[in-house]
């Protein structure tokens, strides 16, 4: 897994907009959900979204509830991050992660007491893109 920051690099104002993107080349995408989490600097690491394997389902944070828009595409092996809105607050470095898991609950990664558990629970986890909003 990789993921990385679009067109325009991790440097955005505050209000603005970025998408990340996360490549799972190797995977066949379909049987995994896939999950952002992100970790500011001096702060615990954070599930910010999450999108099943079975029907597409999107879970979000409520710190970015509104704002952040989760997808994927199976055929290319993708899956995105859109994110809007951005406040300096969001400031850190985004990661992506994969599991396979049956059992997986795709919701606990955006759960604050459960998306540590969630995170040790990927199967695959890429390095981070970081993400910086300022003016």
């Known amino acids: 897994l990789s993921a990385a920051a679009g067109a325009g690099g991790g440097l955005v104002q505050p209000g603005g907009s970025l998408r990340l993107s996360c490549a799972a080349s190797g995977l066949i995408l379909d049987y995994y959900a896939i999950g952002w989490f992100r970790q500011a600097p001096g702060k615990e690491r954070e599930g910010v979204s999450c999108?099943?394997?079975?029907?597409?389902?999107?879970y979000y944070a409520d710190s970015v509830k509104g704002r952040f828009t989760i997808s994927r595409d199976n055929v290319k092996k993708m899956v995105y991050l859109q994110m809007n809105s951005l406040k300096p607050e969001d400031t850190a470095v985004y990661s992506c992660?994969?599991?396979?898991?049956?059992?997986?609950?795709?919701?606990?990664?955006?759960?604050?007491?459960?998306?540590?558990?969630?995170?040790?629970?990927?199967?695959?986890w890429g390095k981070g893109t970081l993400v910086t909003v300022s003016s």
């Open positions: 999108i099943s394997s079975s029907d597409g389902s999107a």
């Open positions: 992660a994969a599991v396979r898991s049956g059992g997986f609950t795709c919701a606990s990664v955006t759960i604050a007491s459960m998306s540590s558990s969630a995170y040790n629970a990927m199967d695959y």
